[in-house]
């Protein structure tokens, strides 16, 4: 007991066993790195001819397309959800609270979905291209059609439509946390309202920015369906189709590599836009109020800021909607394959929520150090920051970089049993191992920040009265970290069940999640049944944005506390 006192550091909880533990979880992320390079390099890569092979007939054009579509993407979140978060930070006009949390919603719908349902609202014989025609009294596609969305234009159109969220919610609490005496004082050295935005609150916003973008594009780098459905050859499409079409492991790994230099310049250009990005104030915090519109303006504003929920959220929905009721009064129903695919989706995504939650918990338990704060304190955080390192990853580099170590394993264990096949790769856990790579980031995260509100002395007490480090954690931080667990399980399993490249890649023979379902049955052009698989990845989808944007509700509620009309003159 007289040791435990001595300070915090006898509270040093982690011991070899966590950190082995933990060491071991941030190789198992980096293997598949590893993995990737020695395939793309080794000696299965057929040498310098492969790469000249890949450099003269694939790679330009994929990273061409790939760059295009970014850069497209990029310009478009960022001008969508920054003007959407500063106009519901800056000004009230009508249905400004429900547009700031509904402005969210994309977030629910895979870029694959909505991509799927606007193939088919926007085709030449589609109800958005017919109502057009009817209204300027054309009868026929070859008098009047919209320009094709199978293209690069509309792969930004769609991709920059879900995506902007990322970018909104960022510069969303940048804009509600900036103190309003800047901008005041801006607007008393001469500057108007555009001139105080674009020199004084954009600049502070460009840390949260970089954020948002860098998220977005690592999304649009990790999509395969909804470019394969635009008709747009990126590198994603360039390595799935090199695998899976040719059979050519080595070619995309090599092609993988290059992706994987994406993420890194990705990664890279976000750490350096928020690099010496430090502001503060010495005066009172006092919040933004937004500034009263009225008629014209008022509805204009409104106008511009439901467009991107109805493009991004409620056009799809709806299309879904529709056709999920039109399948089943057709008397059509639920075919027994759905139903498996929704099976296996239930028991893959709560496969990888336990394996993610499990390994999060140890991770961030071991990283976790009461007392310590110089090297050795860092030391024992880096397999915390390793860990993450997967959700950057994109889930085709992933897969490729899993598959030499999983048939190894597959062909020792195969062989040290006598059994036949590949038990790993066959029973579906090498899938359930790469998307817990990819989404531990969650858990992770999560556990962390919970942890951190804990205060030490509650564990300085449990091991006064003579807990082990083990039995604290039991009695004490689980009960404690409940909430923290829950919501990043929740934003686990509902990742998981929208995964698609990883799955796509590594599932099982005859193992269809919805995800690939819905996949199958638009390459096919049969849309009936897939938007029932649809539907039933939105619905699930909206958990965890309904808790975001309650949350996002809370912070705005905290950042206006005073009502409009009481802070106009």
């Known amino acids: 007991m007289l040791r435990a006192l001595r300070g915090p550091r006898t509270l040093q909880a ?13 190789a198992g992320v980096l293997a598949p790195v590893l993995a990737l390079l020695w395939l793309a390099l080794g000696p299965g890569a057929q040498g310098f001819e492969h790469w000249q092979s890949l450099f003269a007939h694939v790679l330009p054009q994929a990273t061409l397309n790939t760059a295009m579509l970014l850069g497209g993407v990029g310009l478009l979140v960022l001008i969508v959800g920054t003007g959407c978060a500063w106009l519901v930070t800056a000004c009230d006009f ?57 293209s690069m234009g509309g792969a930004v159109f769609v991709l920059g439509f879900v995506l902007y969220p990322y970018v909104y919610m960022t510069a969303r609490a940048m804009f509600m946390s900036q103190p309003a005496h800047l901008m005041e004082a801006a607007r008393m050295l001469g500057e108007n309202r555009r001139g105080a935005f674009f020199r004084v609150a954009l600049p502070l916003a460009r840390p949260a920015l970089a954020v948002g973008l860098s998220l977005a594009l690592l999304e649009t780098l990790n999509d395969i369906g909804a470019s394969e ?40 250009l976000e750490r350096n836009g928020r690099r010496h990005q430090r502001y503060g104030s010495a005066q009172r915090m006092r919040a933004l109020q937004p500034r009263p519109l009225r008629g014209a303006m008022a509805w204009a504003a409104t106008t511009a800021a439901s467009l ?37 989706t239930i028991a893959l995504a709560a496969g990888v929520t336990v394996a993610a939650v499990a390994a999060g918990l140890l991770v961030a338990w ?165 938007a029932i698989a649809a539907l039933l990845i939105v619905a699930a989808g909206l958990l965890p944005v309904m808790l975001l944007a309650r949350s996002q509700l809370a912070a705005a509620h905290a950042a206006d506390p005073l009502p409009v009309s009481s802070a106009t003159p």
Request: charged residues 10%.
């Open 366 to 530: 071991a990283a976790r150090n009461p007392g310590g704060q110089g090297h050795a304190a860092r030391r024992g955080r880096w397999p915390a920051r390793v860990a993450t390192l997967g959700y950057a990853v994109p889930g085709t580099v992933l897969a490729i970089g899993l598959l030499t170590p999983a048939l190894a394993f597959d062909a020792a264990l195969a062989t040290a049993f006598g059994w036949q096949g590949l038990p790993l790769m066959g029973a579906g856990v090498v899938l359930v191992v790469a998307c817990t790579i990819r989404f531990l980031a969650m858990p992770v995260g999560s556990i962390e920040a919970g942890l951190a509100r804990i205060p030490p002395a509650i564990e300085q007490a449990a091991r006064l009265l003579g807990e082990s480090a083990l039995g604290a954690l039991r009695r004490v931080h689980l009960p404690l970290l409940q909430p923290s667990i829950a919501a990043g399980a929740l934003l686990v399993f509902v990742d998981a069940m929208k995964e698609l490249p990883a799955t796509l890649l590594l599932r099982p023979a005859n193992f269809d999640t919805l995800a690939t379902w819905l996949y199958a049955e638009a390459a096919r052009g049969t849309y009936e049944e897939g």
């Open 229 to 268: 459905f635009l008709g747009v050859q990126t590198l994603t499409v360039a390595v799935y189709t090199t695998w899976i079409t040719r059979s050519d492991l080595a070619g995309a790994a090599q092609i993988a590599c290059a992706m994987l230099a994406m993420v890194i310049a990705l990664v890279w």
């Open 94 to 150: 009508p249905g400004r609270r429900v547009l700031h949390w509904a402005l969210l919603l994309p977030l629910a719908m895979p870029t694959y979905i909505v991509a799927f349902a606007y193939l088919d609202l926007l085709h030449p014989i589609g109800p958005v291209q017919g109502a057009i025609r009817w209204l300027l009294g054309y009868d026929s596609p070859r008098q009047f059609r919209l320009p094709d969305l199978r």
């Open 308 to 344: 991107p929920v109805l493009i991004g959220f409620v056009a799809p929905a709806l299309y879904l909607v529709w056709e999920s009721a039109k399948r089943l009064r057709q008397g059509g129903g639920i075919s027994h394959g759905l139903l498996a695919s929704l099976a296996n």
């Open 14 to 26: 982690v011991g070899p066993l966590w950190r082995g533990a933990a060491l071991l979880v941030a």
